[in-house]
């Protein structure tokens, strides 16, 4: 092994990629882009859902009731109507998720002490909104009933027994229930995959397109100096990507860090080697720049964003796709990032992500130097 | 290791794709100095050959060295001693001609003393100078292939491979080319090129002409114009030049009849018994003769006449 052939070959690399618009705007622009993306424009919080609200009864009780949904974050009253067709139209349009009815006796069964139902209907497209909107619903009117049980037993001269058993409930990790410091470590995962194996998946496939490769491999430069001369530049500005995106992160979506720096860059490190080979090898496998790129997205960014746990929680996925994640390095990569950001788990309890990160680390690692041969053949 | 006599040693090469075979049992020595041309059309294998010799692709079988080194078992010492101009132009076209001549000279581990004075040297030699900062992609074809051949000797090789280093150049650049390659080989390189321009391959010490795979004669480019041609050449201009052709193919004596340039070259065993009875043929098929003399045959002459496959001129020979 040569250091003067080894730098000559990243010193070229470096070169093609600042006279390359496209790589270079792919290194600096995307991580960024990707950072405000997935901090802003996805949001799997649920606030302030559109309601519309039919009160036939109109009644002092009927307006209670509703304000009570209004002084919740979750509800926004949008626009009452004086009809259930109404409803029907502005769910089917989308303008409302929910429609909310009062029915005409709704304060005269009250006041009878009699029971009355509030209808609710749930545009359920998405199931998990649905779900949660009908478990919010369903809280706000037994907080209204409690009430006027309460006063109903008092104008009896009666007291309620205090409730038995109550639930204390305390959010850890993630207090604020910000659905943005859930996604956003795992962004890191989709900017690497890019880097690591969209762009090297390139550099092999781009020799040989060029016929460049038949000149390279005519000097003594070693198989093995080649590989770790290209990747070196792409390490390098991986970690410097992963570096920018945790600052952002942290600084500017206030994103809780608790665990160590170290960890953080070694984990990063380690996937970063990871894609790196499999680019690499993918590259020397393709020969062609277009194939080796789709393959690239397709092994990499894809899992990246679907299969590591990064927006979808691999625990609600069927059995056989959660047995699949485990054959994508993302996945342990995107763990390790929730825990060492939400949990600031000490690296000694993160072993069982980071040894099988390490294993495919190393494996990749050997499949890539293996693939490739100064032959032109 | 004592210095091998000889620069490259073939011995029973081939190499097969497929079917179908490249390299067809080749046998070559070239001494070390020489300009070695390897002559013969596309397709005839001069590239897998000289592949081969520097240690590109595996050889099918039989037996190549490289300065004393063999290609198949140690092509690493080969790589340290060669300098190789692949066919296509294939420097790095988005670096600018500085860092091109950097970057040979770092995967030839030029040494850091040596470095400037070396890249110096081949801007000097290549005629770049002032132009180190362009990019490479927008030099012209003369100045590219120049620097590629700087970018080849960074290291000072013993042995260059050449790979037709002047297709696409203007015959000027190309002039100058040689007289490039000239300059090498007094300082003692060899020079081992391939080419299809028949008047390049004058400016080699000796050639072997390549056809199907198989070597199909070696010489001086002298030896090869006076021993290798079977029969004597006939110059013949005359009027209409298809009819003649056309009818001397078969005409009885004729060994091969072809048109260079406005004129005939006509093979035949015997220069001066032939010209009488080939007046009075072409008489007799209404073809008007304005001249008709004896020549020495060119390359293409010998190269046309060891790869033609002889139709019916020859079968029809006395």
């Known amino acids: 092994m040569s250091l003067t052939r080894l730098l000559a070959v990243a010193r070229k690399e470096v070169l093609q990629i600042i006279r390359d618009t496209r790589s270079l705007a792919i290194v600096v622009v995307m991580p960024v882009t990707l950072m405000l993306l997935f901090g802003y424009g996805v949001n799997l919080d649920l606030k302030e859902l559109p309601v519309y609200v039919c009160d036939q009864d109109g009644s002092q009780q009927s307006q209670d009731l509703l304000k009570r949904f209004q002084s919740t974050k979750y509800f926004e009253i949008v626009r009452v109507v004086d009809n259930v067709p109404a409803i029907e139209h502005a769910l089917d349009s989308g303008e409302a998720k929910m429609g909310i009815v009062i029915p005409w006796n709704f304060s005269q069964r009250l006041s009878q002490g009699g029971s009355v139902q509030v209808q609710a209907i749930v545009d359920a497209t998405d199931d998990n909104t649905a779900n949660v909107l009908m478990g919010y619903a369903q809280g706000v009117v037994q907080g ?57 998946s390139l550099t092999i496939a781009r020799e040989w397109e060029r016929g460049s490769m038949e000149q390279l491999i005519s000097t003594p430069v070693t198989a093995m100096e080649i590989m770790l001369g290209k990747l070196a530049p792409y390490f390098v500005l991986g970690m410097i990507d992963v570096a920018v995106c945790a600052v952002l992160a942290i600084a500017w979506f206030h994103v809780p860090f608790r665990g160590s720096y170290m960890t953080l860059a070694f984990s990063s490190a380690l996937f970063l080697v990871t894609v790196l ?31 590591s746990g990064f927006l979808f929680s691999i625990e609600q996925m069927p059995v056989v796709l959660q047995g699949i994640t485990y054959l994508f390095p993302a996945r342990y990569y995107v763990t390790l990032l929730k825990k060492i950001f939400l949990k600031g788990t000490p690296a000694a309890m993160l072993t069982a992500d980071l040894l099988p990160l390490a294993g495919f ?17 | 290791m004592p210095e091998p006599a000889n620069s490259v040693v073939i011995e029973n090469l081939v190499k097969r794709f497929g079917d179908f075979v490249a390299v067809d049992h080749l046998n070559l020595a070239v001494g070390k100095g020489e300009v070695f041309g390897f002559l013969g059309p596309n397709g005839a294998g001069k590239s897998t050959t000289i592949r081969m ?18 290609v198949g078992r140690n092509p690493e010492s080969v790589r340290q001693n060669i300098g190789y101009m692949s066919q296509k132009f294939s420097l790095y076209n988005d670096l600018k001609v500085i860092e091109n001549l950097r970057l040979f000279a770092g995967l ?4 850091s003393a040596k470095l400037k004075d070396r890249i110096e040297w081949a801007i000097e030699m290549a005629n770049l100078k002032g132009q180190e900062n362009l990019i490479t992609g927008t030099l012209p074809g003369g100045w590219k292939q120049r620097l590629a051949l700087g970018c080849a000797v960074l290291h000072q090789p013993p042995i260059l491979f050449l790979d037709e280093p002047t297709s696409g150049v203007d015959p000027i650049s190309r002039r100058e080319f040689w007289d490039l390659i000239q300059h090498m080989a007094e300082a003692g390189v060899t020079v081992f090129v391939t080419t299809h321009y028949m008047e390049e391959a004058e400016y080699c010490n000796r050639l072997a002409l390549i056809f199907r795979g198989k070597m199909v004669a ?77 020549i020495r045959p060119t390359l293409e002459d010998v190269f046309v006449s060891l790869t033609t496959t002889r139709g019916p001129a020859q079968e029809s020979k006395p």
């Open chain 1, 144 to 200: 209204y009933s409690t009430g006027i049980q309460v006063a109903w037993l008092q104008a009896h001269g009666l007291t309620l027994q205090p409730v038995p058993i109550n639930v204390a409930t305390r959010t850890w990790y993630n207090e604020d229930l910000e659905s943005s410091a859930f996604i956003i470590p795992g962004v890191l995962a989709l900017v690497m995959s890019v880097i690591g194996a969209f762009l090297t």
């Open chain 1, 277 to 307: 080979s499999l680019g690499f090898f993918i590259s020397v496998v393709a020969k062609s720049q277009l194939a080796a790129s789709q393959i690239a997205l397709i092994i990499t960014f894809l899992p990246a964003f679907l299969l």
């Open chain 1, 361 to 377: 680390t190393v494996v990749l690692a050997l499949v890539a130097t293996r693939s490739f041969h100064k032959r032109l053949e």
């Open chain 2, 53 to 70: 010799l520097c240690g590109l692709i595996r050889p099918t079988s039989g037996r190549a060295q490289v300065a004393g080194f063999d």
């Open chain 2, 108 to 111: 030839y581990s030029v040494p």
């Open chain 2, 218 to 294: 070696l010489g001086t480019p002298g030896e090869l114009k006076r021993d290798s041609m079977k029969g004597e050449l006939l110059l013949i201009e005359c009027d209409p030049l298809g009819t003649a052709v056309e009818a001397l193919q078969s005409a009885p004596g004729v060994m091969d009849a072809a048109v260079f340039g406005n004129a005939l070259h006509l093979v035949v065993q015997d220069a001066a018994a032939a010209e009488p009875r080939i007046k009075e043929f072409l008489h007799n098929h209404n073809v008007s003769i304005s001249r008709i003399e004896k």
